[in-house]
């Protein structure tokens, strides 16, 4: 063996990664790369959306029917509890307020399992991001992807009730595609955060149901809020209403219900809407990707 001392004698780990080409295991890369890396798994993220759509009821007995049958089941439920015997309609026509229930259940719905399906898409995928590299932002935006596949099903019974209560397709039905659009993007935000959130504290998965449940009551998901909140400040009416599930509700209803007006509408409600949209979808973004090396790790 020779003693003379090697070239590299003396160069810290940094300056010799540097020096040959290497960089770090699993390390973060940079925001726009991060992007053009999520671009190239496009076909990925649609794949796997697809696949877990079709697992989601693949041992039920009726299998995909439950994607429609889960959330007409809970508008009955909540008619029969909130439009017969609370009179939550307060005055609002049957014709108009059982699409209206059966438009905000399903509407807010697709929020609800966005949110839920992120809390769970890295705790619950575990083996898959430790098996293999890929942007990790791909599962939260895959599991959002999902959901709203389930509500383009659902959809086709949304567009039966309104049709049935008197409510035919014109000009405004047009509206529902910019509509699902922001939504879409306020929701994959949302999973991504909550995805972050989730992988850190598991325990997550167990409060959110409540949370949600909460969110759902203080939309107007069952009741008109400014009409079930006449007698109170107006204040709270408000604040209610600019909350984005409301206002996704409602731009949904305002689309379907011939019955349901602008004048239900809070001003600059679709600013309002892309503004939610823009916000959560890149500020969730974002705050995913800082953590983008921590994932499946501890």
């Known amino acids: 063996m020779s003693d003379r001392p090697s070239p590299d004698d003396g160069i810290s780990a940094a300056e010799l990664a540097a020096k040959y080409g290497l960089s770090v295991s699993g390390a973060r890369p940079g925001l726009a790369e991060y992007v053009r890396q999520m671009w190239g798994r ?9 696949a877990k759509l079709t697992a989601q009821y693949s041992q039920a007995k009726l299998g995909q029917l439950w994607q ?5 089941l809970n508008a009955l439920v909540y008619f029969l509890i909130f439009g017969l015997i609370l009179d939550a309609d307060k005055g609002m026509p049957r014709e108009v307020y059982i699409p209206f229930l059966v438009t905000g259940v399903f509407v807010f719905t697709f929020t609800q399992s966005s949110v839920m399906a992120g809390v769970r898409a890295i705790s619950g995928n575990l083996g898959l991001v430790r098996a293999l590299h890929f942007p990790r932002a791909s599962l939260p935006i895959s599991f959002a992807l999902q959901q709203l596949q389930q509500l383009l099903f ?8 309104a049709v049935a209560f008197g409510s035919y397709p014109s000009l405004s039905w047009l509206l529902i595609l910019p509509v699902l659009a922001l939504q879409f993007c306020f929701n994959t ?64 209803r305002f689309a379907l219900i011939d019955g349901y007006g602008s004048e239900n509408l809070p001003p600059h409600v679709w600013a309002v809407a892309g503004g939610w949209a823009a916000l959560v979808a890149l500020g969730g973004f974002v705050y995913f990707w800082k953590a983008e090396e921590r994932y499946g790790r501890g």
């Open 42 to 50: 496009r076909h990925f993220i649609l794949a796997f959306s697809q």
């Open 68 to 72: 429609v049958a889960t959330p007409l």
């Open 154 to 161: 659902s959809m086709i019974v949304l567009f039966v009730v």
């Open 189 to 252: 935000g949302l999973a991504l955060v909550f995805a972050r959130m989730g992988a850190k504290t598991p325990d997550l998965a167990q409060l959110m149901p409540f949370v949600m449940r909460t969110w759902m009551y203080a939309s107007g998901v069952m009741f008109s809020i400014p009409v079930m909140l006449a007698d109170h400040p107006k204040w709270i009416a408000d604040v209610l209403q600019w909350n984005p599930a409301a206002i996704y509700m409602d731009l949904m």
